[in-house]
């Protein structure tokens, strides 16, 4: 081909853009056109979550006892610049604007947590009747304007006294206790609560609390004894689930919200996919994995040896008692290869440079919720999943004239809902998405430094204000769609 001399090219360019420009209306720029929306299924749950104890504050209040959370809070160093939670977000009270904050964003379903010391101050025995009365007004509230409530018995706020008669999680009675406890809040609010989760997040109520002692009670058990607390924890799960089928009226759905190790193929090929899901149900194995098979893999009890629980008859049919739903609190991949190993999958270290969010465990990694629901799916086969939890911490500022512009915070979210949306498009089933969290709130050992709401809150005066990512959730939700 000959090149072009500079004066034929000159006059190809000036013709080029003359069909160019014939292609828009009358002489402007075109008006771009909005970006195609990534759509969910219609009739998809959109909403947001909260715990009892991160939020309620009124801890003396209505006839409740102290949790192992008080008592832990209000020991020196246990928390970031000794935070408690004795007034949080004075949610206790506030309720009423907090319900308003979610008809806002058009929330369709709220998870909150009902508070074990407020129902049994003492852990067992006489239920108050003030504790549970409060919680019927906050649920009266969320359906009056048009939101289902969805309720979770345990989010770690164990009632003092039950630590200090059998140590916890470390007994049995625990177990049993907590099924007792489950089973009476159904019993009172299952006419008008149709969802209830059991425990949140196994491996905070147990190695957290029991084994590393960062959370209450802050014990450092030996690993038998931590082991045996798991166990005792997956037990009050699988003893509450029965508990609660047992006593709330017909059609009640039961579950759990578990943070679950989510295992990221680096290459999502067929092997790294099948490396991802081996990784599942091993890196799992002491809790979802019982969960969801009614047993303790060979290679759990082999890696823990002469530490493995100590199981009695009859534990393994009521830990794996079937599920109508599986709840999964999502924040960070593992990521995973194939290898030759016996257990045929490697997790890959993080270099120092993987981004995280303030929150220093929090790694950023977006496909973390696709790979959450396909494993999950894929392996144990669920009827139903939501999404219990995601979000992230940022230090966000309130400007003077009342903005918080989190762009991380949005930044996070639209990327982590572009991957969910991938699953729930493929056909997984993805029913609904709490995003942690509606407020900003206590976050346990972090006290009150690491923001995660979508509504910020001034702990001097309790305001809460929308930050730019609450208009984002409210947008998504109204257009079904990521915005
Ligand atoms: C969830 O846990 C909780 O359910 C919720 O209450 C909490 O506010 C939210 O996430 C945000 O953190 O002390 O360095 O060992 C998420 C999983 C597991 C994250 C324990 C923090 C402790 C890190 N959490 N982990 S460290």
Redesign the pocket.
């Known amino acids: 081909m000959k090149p072009f001399s500079r004066r034929s090219f000159g006059k190809k360019i000036t013709a080029a853009a003359a069909t160019a420009a014939s292609v828009f209306s009358e002489g402007a720029v075109a008006k771009p056109a909005s970006p195609k929306r990534l759509e969910f299924p219609s009739g998809f749950l959109w909403g947001c979550a909260t715990?009892a104890y991160?939020t309620e504050g009124g801890v003396a209040e209505g006839g409740r006892k102290p949790s192992v959370w008080d008592t832990f809070s209000h020991t020196p160093g246990k928390t970031n610049n000794g935070a408690t939670g004795d007034i949080a977000d004075d949610s206790y009270h506030l309720y009423k604007t907090d319900v308003q904050l979610l008809k806002n964003l058009g929330a369709k379903v709220y998870r909150l947590s009902v508070a074990w010391p407020r129902i049994f101050p003492d852990g067992t025995g006489q239920p108050n009747e003030k504790g549970i009365n409060y919680y019927e007004r906050v649920v009266d509230e969320l359906l009056a304007n048009g939101i289902d409530p969805y309720i979770t018995m345990y989010?770690?706020d164990l009632p003092e006294a039950q630590q200090d008669r059998v140590g916890g999680w470390q007994s049995r009675d625990t177990s049993k206790a907590f099924a007792d406890y489950s089973g009476y809040v159904a019993k009172r609010l299952s006419d008008r609560v149709h969802h209830f989760f059991t425990t949140?997040?196994f491996?905070?109520m147990t190695d957290?609390s029991y084994k590393?002692g960062?959370?209450a009670p802050g014990l450092r058990l030996p690993a038998a004894e931590a082991n045996q607390v798991r166990h005792h924890g997956i037990l009050g799960h699988g003893m509450a689930v029965q508990a609660i089928r047992a006593s709330a009226k017909p059609g009640t759905m039961v579950g759990l919200?578990e943070?679950a190790t989510v295992f990221a193929p680096v290459i999502e090929d067929a092997e790294g996919v099948a490396a991802a899901q081996k990784a599942t149900r091993h890196g799992n194995a002491q809790f979802l994995t019982a969960v969801m098979e009614g047993k303790y893999l060979d290679s759990y009890l082999e890696q823990e040896g002469a530490n493995a629980p100590k199981v009695e008859a009859g534990d393994m049919k009521i830990i794996g008692c079937p599920l109508d739903f599986v709840g999964l609190?999502v924040?960070t991949p593992e990521y995973v290869r194939p290898d030759d190993s016996k257990l045929g999958y490697a997790v890959v270290p993080r270099p120092k440079s993987f981004p995280h969010v303030p929150?220093?465990?929090?790694f950023v990694g977006p496909e973390v919720l696709y790979w959450a629901v396909r494993n999950v799916s894929e392996v144990w086969k669920p009827k139903t999943l939501y999404i219990t939890?995601n979000?992230c911490?940022s230090d966000d500022v309130l400007t003077p004239d009342g903005h918080v512009y989190d762009t991380d915070r949005l930044m996070y979210l639209r990327n982590h809902l572009t991957h969910l949306q991938r699953a729930a498009s493929e056909g997984y089933p993805i029913k609904g998405y709490f995003l942690?969290?509606l407020l900003d709130?206590f976050?346990?050992?972090?006290g009150y430094t690491?923001r995660?709401g979508i509504h910020y809150v001034d702990y001097e005066t309790l305001k809460r204000t929308p930050k730019l990512s609450a208009e984002f959730y409210r947008k998504t939700i109204a257009e079904n769609a990521v915005a």
């Open positions: 715990a991160q989010h770690w949140n997040e491996v905070c957290l590393t960062q959370f919200a943070n609190n924040y929150s220093p465990w929090l939890e979000g911490s942690w969290s709130n976050e346990w050992a972090d690491n995660f």
